[in-house]
Each structure stands twice: as structure tokens, then as C-alpha cells.
């Protein structure tokens, strides 16, 4: 048996990030990277610097927003799906799926909703019932699959520093939740919860009022596991070290490691 290490990192604009992504990549070695909010097009997308770095990548990039990839050490990811089913009219890239080391890995930005109400908020919704049928066929099909990425849901009050300014944000409301709720009640683990069940564990901080530095954060990165995953998981973690280095992420990568088949 072998770990592997898959992790979920929205990067907030790769290509001012650049330096950032290549030293956590060198110092963390993860096997598979699903990266969230690229803000590059498909041609700005720095991959002769990923491949140089170690990783095979595959992207689907969108101009100034938007955005994701999924790299993986000394492989090259087969693609799967690019865009999730069930709205041909949509032009956002938040959802890339591929074949990486025995696993489907799907990487997945789901909308933020703000302002709410309103159409960012009924998009936002109308976009995770397309994620949870895609994610029932998935579910379905027996493979093992971890699906990765930002959620832009805090689950509960529990993985918040404080409500109190937050009630009225999109990542807290009831629908948001519900959503959630009914993704896991598929059958999915949430496997930073599973490894840390009663501690308050945070994957992002915004650039306000000093949150970092008072670890006022928010828990609204995700790794979702399989039925067959979630009995394999070993470890999970974030990294928070990324989060304290020089024009960082609002983000800290966040992690898991499975024991699987060599």
C-alpha cells in the first residue's frame, strides 16, 4: 500500500501566485493538486513552470475570474468532464474533472451567492443542484472519486470564528446549508471533519480587520470521499503556513492523504 496525497488550494490569481504555488508544491509534494480561482485564460496558464515543478496539469481558465486545474506529480491527469452538466448556457469555469493515479479528482468552484437575495444567490443555488445530480451519477458509478475544491459554505456555526457579521452572507444562509447536507446525505464524507470532529478547523481568512492574525476564519474548503475513499483516509490537514507568507491567498491549501493500491 501507498499514501496519496490529494489537495485542494484556491490560489486567488496563479499568475500573481506564481511564486507561492511553485514553493508550497516543492515543500509539500502533494500527488494531486486541485486548484480554484486561476483569474487567467486558458493561454496565460503557467504551464511550462508547473511542468517544471514536477506536475502534469490539465486547466480550464477563464479571463480575470473564475477558473480551475488539477496537477499531478509526475503524471499527466485524464480528463474526464470539463463544466458540469445540466446548463449549456453557462460560461463559467468552476468545475474540471479527471483520472489521476487510480482516482476520479474533480476539482470544483462553487459560486459565492453575495449579494443575497438575488441572482448571484440563485445561481449559486441553481449551480450546486447541478453539482449534487452530477454527484449522485458519480456516487453511483462505484469509482473511487474525491470531489475537491471551495465550497463557499461554511456547514455550520461550528466552522466559523463568530456568525455575528456573517448571517446575512451567502456561505452561512439556510439554503447554502441544506445543499450541503444533501450532498453528504448521498453518502460522501467530509473528511476534514471526520479527521477532526469536535475541533474548530479554518481554510480560509479574508484580508479584513486582521483575521489572519486573530485566526478569525472560515472552514469552506472541502475534500468529499467516496464510500470506498473515506474507510482509507489517514490524514487530513491544512496548511497554514501558506497562508502567513508575503501577498498570500485568502486561502490555505487543504489536504488529505488515502492509503491506497501501488
Not at 469552506?220 to 467516496?226: F, G, N
Amino acid at each position: 500500500m501507498q499514501t496519496l496525497k490529494i489537495a485542494t488550494f484556491n490560489i486567488n490569481g496563479i499568475r500573481s501566485r506564481l511564486p507561492a504555488l511553485l514553493q508550497w508544491l516543492e515543500r509539500e509534494q502533494p500527488d494531486v493538486a486541485c486548484l480554484q480561482e486561476l483569474k487567467a485564460a486558458d493561454v496565460a496558464f503557467p504551464i511550462l513552470d508547473i511542468q517544471a515543478a514536477g506536475y502534469g496539469a490539465i486547466w480550464h481558465g477563464q479571463a480575470s475570474w473564475n477558473g480551475v486545474a488539477i496537477l499531478a506529480r509526475d503524471a499527466e491527469p485524464l480528463e474526464i468532464r470539463r463544466g458540469l452538466p445540466g446548463d449549456p448556457d453557462d460560461t463559467h469555469s468552476r468545475y474540471l474533472e479527471a483520472a489521476v493515479k487510480g482516482v476520479i479528482v474533480a476539482s470544483l468552484y462553487l459560486p459565492n451567492g453575495n449579494p443575497q437575495p438575488g441572482p448571484k444567490f440563485d445561481y449559486k443555488l441553481a449551480w450546486f443542484e447541478r453539482l449534487i445530480q452530477h454527484a449522485a451519477s458519480l456516487y453511483a458509478s462505484g469509482h473511487p472519486v474525491v470531489l475537491a475544491g471551495d465550497y463557499n459554505v461554511v456547514p455550520t456555526d461550528d466552522d466559523i470564528y463568530n456568525t455575528r457579521s456573517w448571517r446575512k452572507d451567502a456561505l452561512l444562509q439556510p439554503e447554502t446549508r441544506a445543499c450541503y447536507q444533501r450532498l453528504l446525505a448521498q453518502g460522501w464524507t467530509d473528511a476534514l471533519r471526520a479527521r477532526f470532529p469536535q475541533e474548530r478547523i479554518y481554510t480560509f481568512w479574508d484580508y479584513f480587520r486582521q483575521h489572519w492574525e486573530k485566526d478569525s476564519g472560515l472552514r469552506i474548503d472541502h475534500l468529499l470521499l467516496s464510500p470506498d475513499l473515506a474507510p482509507r483516509l489517514q490524514n487530513a490537514g491544512v496548511d497554514r503556513w501558506v497562508r502567513d507568507q508575503p501577498r498570500a491567498s485568502d486561502h490555505a491549501p487543504t489536504w488529505v492523504e488515502l492509503e491506497v493500491s501501488e
